[in-house]
């Protein structure tokens, strides 16, 4: 039904961990619509119903990627880049989705 919230395993979603990636590469201000798009994206794709995201998801997690990419491309320009990082599930969502375009 449109409009009713379900509940989720917190481990499913996405738009956690986008938050943690941008606290830790510490974006300034200038970054803030890149960083908004970025959330509006993963909130998307959290809202998602799973029978939906099946199909749909592989469209949106392309964009997601390509937005995640242009401000950690940004980081390391002003020196942010920390090295290896802990496991995320974004950088996860990254790899599969790079394998998956690969396999196409």
Known sequence: MAGRASLRDAKTLISPAID???AELDPP???????ALLRRQ??????MPD?????????HTGQLVKVL?????RARK???????RPVNPVRELRASHAAFMGKR
Do not use: F
């Open 42 to 47: 993963a909130r998307v794709i959290d809202a």
């Open 29 to 35: 201000a200038a970054d803030g619509p890149l960083i």
């Open 51 to 59: 029978a939906v995201a099946v199909s749909m998801l592989p469209n």
């Open 69 to 73: 990419a242009e401000l950690e491309d």
């Open 20 to 22: 943690a990636m941008v």
């Open 78 to 84: 002003r020196g942010r880049d920390a090295g290896p």
